[in-house]
């Protein structure tokens, strides 16, 4: 096989959009595992107390209000997560795709 630069780009570039596959698809399954299998809530939300100029707190958040403020954070959070994920994994297999098709084309072509 001989050795050109253009192939050397075809190779990097299938292997970036493989990777970036990877790495969106391993992101879906750890965010699937905590929220479905494992039940993890590891985003809390605690809010710091705004204060009057005399250094009183002006309102106290009860724990109820805590909690749903918690929850939408972690709803928030893990929607990011997911759009971030898809994002990756959209961008990813058609750059893979594309230039591991050229890579085989061109392999038979010279052949």
Do not use: C
């Not at 993890?40 to 909690?67: C, F, H, N, R, W």
């Amino acid at each position: 096989m001989k050795f050109n630069l253009r192939l050397l780009y075809l190779y990097l570039f299938s292997f970036v959009g493989l990777l970036i596959t990877i790495i969106g698809s391993i992101q879906i399954i750890d965010l699937g595992l905590k929220t479905y299998v494992f039940k993890v809530s590891e985003y809390t939300y605690y809010a710091e107390p705004m204060l009057t100029p005399e250094g009183k707190p002006t309102s106290v958040i009860s724990a109820d209000e805590q909690e749903r403020r918690n929850q939408l954070e972690q709803d928030s959070q893990r929607k990011r997560q997911l759009s971030n994920s898809l994002s990756m994994i959209l961008v990813g297999v058609p750059l893979y795709l594309y230039h591991w098709k050229t890579i085989k084309k061109e392999a038979h072509s010279l052949a």
